[in-house]
Structures are given as structure tokens and as C-alpha cells.
């Protein structure tokens, strides 16, 4: 299952601190699980498709195909840092004869 991205944010990314988190407070709504840049689900129309996984924190569905960015998976991006880097090397990589 996805990480509550909420909680991972408020964990600093740290997953001692983020079991913590997730094991002494109330659950997270499906919608501050899903994260900031969540989609909208097909299946029950809420903003809770997971940012980075795409699978659905209010009703379970699982979407299809891993979210890429310009082609690339976007669970290979190993950060939103490196995330503009991706999308460049994609970007370079089609324009390449």
C-alpha cells in the first residue's frame, strides 16, 4: 500500500519518525493520504489517486500502468528535485535522431 503522503512530509521523510506518526494518530483522510498532487479516481470521482503510485486511497483501485513523466516511471525518479532532470533527459532523448 502507498504511504500517507501527509504524514511522510511531516516525517521529513524519515521512516522511523513516520511509523511513529501513522501508529499514534487517527487515520488520515483518503484525500491528505493521496498527497497534493493527487488525481481524480475513475471509479468514485475523489482527488484521491496516490501521487506517485496512482492507486486509489478512498476505494482501492489500482491504476493499470505506473504514472510516468515523459515516458520515464516516475517511481525510477528518485526525488521532485530530480524530477525536472527526468523530464529533460526524456525531453532530450525524443529529439535525438
Given at each position: 500500500?502507498?504511504?500517507?503522503?501527509?504524514?511522510?512530509?511531516e516525517a521529513g521523510g524519515?521512516?522511523?519518525?513516520?511509523?511513529?506518526?501513522?501508529?499514534?494518530?487517527?487515520p488520515c483522510t483518503p484525500?491528505?493520504?493521496?498527497?497534493?498532487?493527487?488525481?481524480?479516481c475513475p471509479v468514485c470521482?475523489?482527488?484521491?489517486?496516490?501521487?506517485?503510485?496512482?492507486?486509489?486511497?478512498?476505494?482501492?483501485?489500482?491504476?493499470?500502468?505506473?504514472?510516468?513523466?515523459?515516458?520515464?516511471?516516475?517511481?525510477?525518479?528518485?526525488?521532485?528535485?530530480?524530477?525536472?532532470?527526468?523530464?529533460?533527459?526524456?525531453?532530450?532523448?525524443?529529439?535525438?535522431?
Amino acid at each position: 500500500m502507498a504511504t500517507c503522503e501527509k504524514c511522510w512530509r511531516e516525517a521529513g521523510g524519515n521512516p522511523y519518525r513516520y511509523e511513529e506518526l501513522i501508529s499514534t494518530r487517527p487515520p488520515c483522510t483518503p484525500e491528505e493520504s493521496a498527497g497534493p498532487d493527487a488525481g481524480r479516481c475513475p471509479v468514485c470521482g475523489r482527488m484521491t489517486l496516490h501521487q506517485h503510485c496512482g492507486d486509489c486511497m478512498a476505494c482501492g483501485y489500482k491504476h493499470p500502468e505506473p504514472i510516468k513523466i515523459k515516458g520515464i516511471p516516475l517511481n525510477l525518479v528518485p526525488s521532485a528535485a530530480r524530477a525536472a532532470e527526468a523530464r529533460a533527459l526524456a525531453q532530450g532523448a525524443k529529439e535525438k535522431p
